[in-house]
């Protein structure tokens, strides 16, 4: 099951996802379950928010791997949506 993970940062928290940024990619290599991943940037390309395409076998499996996240625990996201996507175009 495809899962696309969209979170937004805490306004003023850029540095909170910098200092956790090292531990945030270390997380993504090691779970296996992350299939494309990046920042969200803002109109200046500064870091605002995290889309993520997890493959995991359900939504409590993305649920605890959205809560696991480096930067989830730092307390850096406004907001986390994870919904449930159907990959058309690409591997």
Not at 2 to 7: E, F, R, S, Y
Not at 28 to 50: D, F, I, R, Y
Request: aromatic letters at 6%.
């Amino acid at each position: 099951m495809l899962i696309a993970l969209i979170a937004h940062d805490k306004p003023g928290h850029l540095q909170v996802r910098k200092d956790n940024r090292d531990a945030h990619r270390a997380y993504l290599k090691s779970t296996n379950a992350v299939q494309q991943a990046g920042p969200l940037l803002s109109q200046t390309g500064e870091m605002t928010g995290s889309l993520i395409v997890l493959d995991v076998t359900d939504m409590a499996a993305a649920q605890d791997w959205a809560d696991n996240d480096p930067y989830a625990r730092a307390g850096l996201f406004e907001s986390v949506s994870l919904i449930h996507w159907d990959r058309v175009i690409g591997a």
